[in-house]
């Protein structure tokens, strides 16, 4: 539980979510929320998901999502277990819903409204309570696949790709996170509680970029030849933004926002090849210059090494990108520099793990300590300190 | 009444990340007054600009030039009257402008002020220019997502953008929250490129507990065993984009493995010693994805979906724009894709992707069309200022509302 003054210090959650919107509530929790996690007597299922401590067996994923929560077990068998579940919701401000959570099923939602009239409840589900596919089952892969992240995703000579871990679900969890505290607002306003259904497909198809503009607008880019454009590995849909390899690894290139500094340095370089060419003053080739100029920096790219050409780049305010891998990201000096990380216990012991992405000058937002608490099947919510 | 009605907004955002935050603040009932200027309104932060129009829905549209002292003066006056100051500039343009944290504090200690640069404030990388692309390949983003031993593929959008803008709105209602609750305001510094390495939590912590470094994994999953766990071809459609169709299947357990194979007419090879337990599946997945791929090459990938789906079997076809847009069936129950109330003077009719959210007591659904530069400074500087319509049109004749 939080000791000290964050945003969300005296907003009470039950968190009877499941992977699609467990980071929204740990969004929340983060900032402060008081959140309580019950979980089956025989574990809760999102603790076999993988990574896992090597030593431990306990499970990272788990660690990560389900970070600053009080948990306590539930005995689905017990009516006495169960009551006190539910009179949890008596006195929360907000409970997340999701469907593949084994005790989501236990809770009378409508009976919980009418004792706390106050309540928001966020269930985010795949796709809803309605429609032709409410029923579907669909875990991140086949959620990017329908919502569209899949499809432009990957290359020519892959199959579509998924994005790495669970990048569809934590869209939704985001979402989650942003209708549970609007409904919040509105409930501190009016007294006024509500339902809010937040739909997977949904906040994916929402979160495409370019993909729907593609289809509304395609003929106000020239280069489109349809109106979705084919998956092609790191090209953006501009054209203008790529990785390409470097002497000694993987650099996202583009000569974006100022084309005619990436010019300017090239020349400096001496790598300009025939980019001065005076046909390319003329508009009309503007598209085979663009071309070539992607080429000529792809020529110089290759020859250079990573770390000065990133640091070079980012000196003349050019956004480029150095590719780096989860070691890298671990030893990066901007993230140190902020203190990004935080001291997180996996099994009584001490490692430096990935902190929250928001600074609040004061109510600061951090990973808090988790809590087990026992129960013995009485008096939960004055053991959480919940009493209404 | 939406949610966020009464809460003002004076939004400095440009591009995707920030005006996506805005947008959903907008959705939820927010007066959101976008700044813009004629010197600045160029390609995506153009108000013509397809991409501009979409991200800036449901806001006010307010020019402002902010090289003129009097627009400066304006602007400082708009944030003493605002309960939420954003941007997404790199650190330091707004305290330039005399629009920054610690000047609007001293006149507006409510005031919430949320910097979304791309590195953060402090730091050796402060002042290092970020796109979406630049974040992902910093954060890891980029390096994790491709196939083994393919190189870095990187994912297909601007994903971080999106994220730091869900995240940056999910920071500003936190903040209004805690102001309900502690009486003040407060700054609140989001570093985008801190949005992607959060995204990648678990492999961050596999790496600090564990010392493995995770590599891009395919479509299978990276940390679970559940197979199959892909995207397998089927028959093309002749209207796709590469002439293809996919259809992503995934079982996580032997239930769905089970109805799986049932679905399929319990193919003889399903009963092979190596495809016996989950363990086995995910050690042998490039011999299974092989046996799927053949079973679903020729077949209709829509047909086989309602069938695996009917089955237990998580299936899902991978949609394309043109799908999601004219296919997708539960889109369009949904009424997913609208269309604003109001023509676009520049575009026409402009499409609208609904908020995914929906409120069963305020329901969100009015989509006011993307505004053109300076097209509602009237409205705006009289409703926050309470300033006459000739002071405004004398700004305007003067190039301070340009």
Redesign the interface.
Same mark, same amino acid.
């Given at each position: 539980m939080p000791t000290r003054?964050?945003?969300?210090? =005296?907003?009470r959650i039950v968190d009877l979510s499941d992977d699609k919107s467990i980071y929204?509530v740990k969004?929340?929790a983060d900032?402060g929320a008081d959140t309580v996690r019950p979980e089956p007597t025989e574990g809760d299922p999102l603790r076999q998901?993988?990574?896992?401590? &090597?030593k431990s067996g306990e499970s990272?994923?788990y660690?990560?999502?389900a970070s600053s929560r009080r948990h306590f077990s539930v005995n689905e068998a017990s009516s006495a277990s169960l009551y006190e579940l539910n009179a949890l919701l008596s006195c929360a401000d907000i409970c997340f819903l999701g469907r593949e959570n084994p005790l989501a099923a236990h809770v009378n939602i409508d009976a919980a409204r009418i004792s706390n009239p106050k309540l928001v409840v966020v269930d985010v589900s795949p796709?809803?309570s309605?429609?032709?596919?409410?029923?579907? =089952?669909?875990?991140d892969?086949?959620?990017?696949?329908?919502?569209?992240?899949?499809?432009?995703?990957?290359?020519?000579?892959?199959?579509?790709?998924?994005?790495?871990?669970e990048?569809n679900f934590?869209?939704s969890g985001?979402?989650a996170?942003?209708?549970a505290?609007?409904?919040?607002?509105?409930a501190?306003n009016t007294g006024?509680?509500?339902?809010?259904?937040?739909?997977v497909?949904?906040?994916i198809?929402?979160?495409?970029?370019?993909?729907?503009?593609? @289809?509304? @607008?395609h003929q @106000?880019f020239p280069n489109a030849?349809?109106?979705?454009?084919?998956?092609?590995?790191?090209l953006?849909?501009t054209n203008l933004?790529v990785?390409m390899?470097t002497k000694d690894g993987?650099?996202?290139i583009?000569p974006?926002?100022n084309m005619d500094a990436q010019l300017a340095w090239l020349v400096e370089e001496g790598a300009f090849q025939d980019l001065l060419d005076p046909k390319y003053e003329d508009p009309a080739q503007r598209r085979d210059y663009f071309a070539r100029l992607m080429q000529v920096i792809r020529e110089w790219v290759a020859e250079q090494p990573s770390e000065e050409l990133f640091f070079n780049a980012?000196e003349r305010?050019?956004? @480029?990108?150095?590719?780096?891998?989860?070691?890298?990201?671990?030893q &990066?000096?901007?993230?140190e520099?902020?203190s990004?990380w935080q001291s997180?216990t996996?099994a009584a012991?001490e490692? =430096?793990?990935?902190?929250?992405?928001?600074?609040?000058?004061?109510?600061p937002?951090q990973v808090n300590d988790e809590e087990w608490l026992s129960s013995d099947d009485s008096g939960v919510p004055e053991t959480l300190g919940w009493e209404t | 009444m939406r949610p966020l009605e009464g809460i003002r907004i004076l939004d400095f955002t440009h591009v995707l990340a920030g005006p996506f935050a805005t947008r959903l603040l907008g959705d939820i009932g927010a007066d959101v007054v976008k700044v813009n200027s004629h010197r600045r309104a160029a390609a995506n932060n153009a108000p013509g600009s397809p991409y501009y129009v979409i991200w800036n829905r449901n806001k006010r549209a307010l020019a402002l030039d902010m090289s003129r002292d009097e627009a400066k003066d304006v602007a400082r006056s708009l944030a003493n009257r605002a309960d939420v100051v954003i941007d997404n500039f790199s650190f330091g343009v707004l305290d330039r402008w005399g629009v920054g944290y610690e000047a609007v504090n001293k006149s507006n200690d409510q005031v919430i002020y949320i910097q979304m640069s791309g590195m953060g404030g402090g730091g050796p990388w402060s002042n290092f220019v970020t796109y979406a692309p630049t974040i992902h390949a910093l954060s890891g983003l980029t390096h994790t997502t491709g196939v083994p031993d393919g190189g870095p593929i990187g994912l297909g959008f601007s994903y971080n953008d999106h994220q730091a803008g869900l995240h940056a709105a999910v920071a500003i209602l936190a903040a209004i929250e805690a102001r309900r609750q502690t009486g003040f305001g407060q700054q609140i510094d989001l570093a985008q490129f801190e949005v992607g390495a959060a995204m990648l939590g678990p492999s961050l912590l596999d790496y600090a507990v564990n010392g493995v470094n995770a590599q891009p994994s395919g479509n299978q999953p990276p940390y679970d065993q559940f197979a199959p766990h892909g995207c397998y071809p089927c028959r093309a459609a002749g209207d796709d984009i590469l002439d293809e169709r996919w259809l992503a299947i995934v079982c996580r357990d032997e239930s769905e493995w089970q109805a799986l194979v049932k679905a399929m007419d319990s193919p003889s090879w399903c009963t092979e010693e190596i495809f016996a337990t989950a363990e086995t599946r995910c050690e042998h997945a490039e011999t299974l994805n092989e046996h799927i791929a053949a079973f679903t090459r020729e077949k209709d990938a829509t047909m086989l979906m309602y069938l695996f789906q009917r089955a237990g079997v998580p299936a899902g076809l991978v949609q394309t724009g043109i799908d999601l847009a004219e296919h997708d069936p539960q889109l369009a129950g949904h009424e997913f894709i609208q269309f604003a109330e109001e023509e676009h003077p520049l575009l026409g009719e402009t499409f609208i992707d609904r908020l995914p959210i929906y409120f069963e007591k305020t329901p969100c659904n009015t989509y006011k069309r993307s505004r053109l530069l300076g097209e509602d400074n009237a409205s705006v500087l009289q409703d926050w200022l309470g300033m006459s319509a000739a002071d405004v049109q004398r700004g305007e004749e003067a190039g301070t509302f340009k």
């Amino acid at each position: 539980m939080p000791t000290r003054c964050q945003a969300l210090t =005296k907003t009470r959650i039950v968190d009877l979510s499941d992977d699609k919107s467990i980071y929204g509530v740990k969004m929340l929790a983060d900032l402060g929320a008081d959140t309580v996690r019950p979980e089956p007597t025989e574990g809760d299922p999102l603790r076999q998901r993988g990574p896992f401590d &090597n030593k431990s067996g306990e499970s990272l994923w788990y660690a990560y999502f389900a970070s600053s929560r009080r948990h306590f077990s539930v005995n689905e068998a017990s009516s006495a277990s169960l009551y006190e579940l539910n009179a949890l919701l008596s006195c929360a401000d907000i409970c997340f819903l999701g469907r593949e959570n084994p005790l989501a099923a236990h809770v009378n939602i409508d009976a919980a409204r009418i004792s706390n009239p106050k309540l928001v409840v966020v269930d985010v589900s795949p796709f809803g309570s309605s429609g032709p596919w409410a029923d579907f =089952k669909a875990p991140d892969l086949v959620a990017g696949a329908l919502g569209g992240s899949v499809g432009v995703t990957g290359d020519e000579y892959t199959p579509p790709l998924k994005l790495f871990g669970e990048l569809n679900f934590t869209i939704s969890g985001s979402y989650a996170a942003a209708a549970a505290l609007a409904g919040l607002h509105h409930a501190e306003n009016t007294g006024q509680g509500q339902c809010i259904e937040v739909p997977v497909h949904e906040c994916i198809a929402s979160s495409l970029e370019h993909v729907f503009m593609w @289809y509304y @607008y395609h003929q @106000y880019f020239p280069n489109a030849r349809a109106q979705a454009l084919e998956r092609r590995g790191s090209l953006h849909w501009t054209n203008l933004y790529v990785v390409m390899p470097t002497k000694d690894g993987r650099m996202m290139i583009t000569p974006a926002p100022n084309m005619d500094a990436q010019l300017a340095w090239l020349v400096e370089e001496g790598a300009f090849q025939d980019l001065l060419d005076p046909k390319y003053e003329d508009p009309a080739q503007r598209r085979d210059y663009f071309a070539r100029l992607m080429q000529v920096i792809r020529e110089w790219v290759a020859e250079q090494p990573s770390e000065e050409l990133f640091f070079n780049a980012q000196e003349r305010h050019a956004p @480029y990108g150095w590719v780096q891998d989860i070691a890298q990201v671990s030893q &990066n000096p901007q993230l140190e520099a902020r203190s990004w990380w935080q001291s997180t216990t996996i099994a009584a012991r001490e490692f =430096k793990g990935p902190g929250v992405p928001f600074q609040f000058s004061k109510t600061p937002a951090q990973v808090n300590d988790e809590e087990w608490l026992s129960s013995d099947d009485s008096g939960v919510p004055e053991t959480l300190g919940w009493e209404t | 009444m939406r949610p966020l009605e009464g809460i003002r907004i004076l939004d400095f955002t440009h591009v995707l990340a920030g005006p996506f935050a805005t947008r959903l603040l907008g959705d939820i009932g927010a007066d959101v007054v976008k700044v813009n200027s004629h010197r600045r309104a160029a390609a995506n932060n153009a108000p013509g600009s397809p991409y501009y129009v979409i991200w800036n829905r449901n806001k006010r549209a307010l020019a402002l030039d902010m090289s003129r002292d009097e627009a400066k003066d304006v602007a400082r006056s708009l944030a003493n009257r605002a309960d939420v100051v954003i941007d997404n500039f790199s650190f330091g343009v707004l305290d330039r402008w005399g629009v920054g944290y610690e000047a609007v504090n001293k006149s507006n200690d409510q005031v919430i002020y949320i910097q979304m640069s791309g590195m953060g404030g402090g730091g050796p990388w402060s002042n290092f220019v970020t796109y979406a692309p630049t974040i992902h390949a910093l954060s890891g983003l980029t390096h994790t997502t491709g196939v083994p031993d393919g190189g870095p593929i990187g994912l297909g959008f601007s994903y971080n953008d999106h994220q730091a803008g869900l995240h940056a709105a999910v920071a500003i209602l936190a903040a209004i929250e805690a102001r309900r609750q502690t009486g003040f305001g407060q700054q609140i510094d989001l570093a985008q490129f801190e949005v992607g390495a959060a995204m990648l939590g678990p492999s961050l912590l596999d790496y600090a507990v564990n010392g493995v470094n995770a590599q891009p994994s395919g479509n299978q999953p990276p940390y679970d065993q559940f197979a199959p766990h892909g995207c397998y071809p089927c028959r093309a459609a002749g209207d796709d984009i590469l002439d293809e169709r996919w259809l992503a299947i995934v079982c996580r357990d032997e239930s769905e493995w089970q109805a799986l194979v049932k679905a399929m007419d319990s193919p003889s090879w399903c009963t092979e010693e190596i495809f016996a337990t989950a363990e086995t599946r995910c050690e042998h997945a490039e011999t299974l994805n092989e046996h799927i791929a053949a079973f679903t090459r020729e077949k209709d990938a829509t047909m086989l979906m309602y069938l695996f789906q009917r089955a237990g079997v998580p299936a899902g076809l991978v949609q394309t724009g043109i799908d999601l847009a004219e296919h997708d069936p539960q889109l369009a129950g949904h009424e997913f894709i609208q269309f604003a109330e109001e023509e676009h003077p520049l575009l026409g009719e402009t499409f609208i992707d609904r908020l995914p959210i929906y409120f069963e007591k305020t329901p969100c659904n009015t989509y006011k069309r993307s505004r053109l530069l300076g097209e509602d400074n009237a409205s705006v500087l009289q409703d926050w200022l309470g300033m006459s319509a000739a002071d405004v049109q004398r700004g305007e004749e003067a190039g301070t509302f340009k």
